[in-house]
């Protein structure tokens, strides 16, 4: 346990447990979650349709990833690897379609109903693919994994019967 953990950047303290990248890069991945959540609800409180949104994000993103290609020189890398393999570019391309329809799902789901309700819809949807692989696959899941998963299953119920409620317009 403790070669995997110091392989992997983790620091054992003799427990078992270990705190290492994938434990800072799940925290880094949920502030960041977070503080999404609260710029689409401002730029919600705007007024701002749903694929204006969308464009504003994704420009957002692609300045900072191609900053952070240039700065570390990974685009070089990538552009060699394509030239390599040109069969990948048509995987790229496909991919890069479906995260936009993707994307513009999510984006409707924010702009008409707010980041907490897509929130809940993805972590619901999460909680039903994980499910559907223990039941379907035979994915076992450690006692751990299914505390977690009751805890999840819970909050929903919960959020379900004592959260607030939605308002929806009518068209």
Same mark, same amino acid.
Request: proline fraction near 2%; aromatic fraction near 10%; include cysteine.
């Given at each position: ?59 957002s ?35 890069? +379609?479906?995260? $936009? =329809? ?6 409707? *789901?924010?702009?008409? !109903?707010?980041? /907490? ?10 909680f ?8 379907? +696959?035979?994915? $076992? =899941? ?6 977690? *998963?009751?805890?999840? !299953?819970?909050? /929903?119920?919960?959020?379900?019967r ?10």
């Amino acid at each position: 346990s403790s070669g995997i953990n110091a392989e992997y950047g983790g620091k054992s303290d003799g427990s078992g447990f270990s705190f290492g990248s994938g434990e800072m890069l799940l925290l880094t991945s949920l502030t960041l979650d977070g503080l999404t959540g609260v710029s689409q609800e401002k730029m919600r409180g705007y007024g701002m349709k749903a694929h204006f949104m969308m464009l504003m994000m994704n420009l957002s993103a692609l300045v900072v990833m191609a900053m952070s290609l240039l700065a570390t020189g990974e685009v070089w890398e990538a552009i060699a690897f394509c030239t390599r393999h040109p069969e990948i570019v048509p995987e790229i391309v496909t991919f890069g +379609f479906a995260s $936009a =329809l993707g994307q513009n799902f999510i984006f409707i *789901t924010v702009s008409e !109903f707010g980041p /907490l309700m897509c929130s809940i819809m993805t972590t619901t949807r999460k909680f039903f693919t994980i499910l559907g692989s223990v039941l379907l +696959f035979g994915n $076992a =899941l450690a006692t751990r994994q299914w505390i977690g *998963t009751g805890i999840v !299953f819970a909050g /929903l119920i919960l959020n379900d019967r004592f959260g607030r409620t939605v308002k929806v317009d009518k068209l």
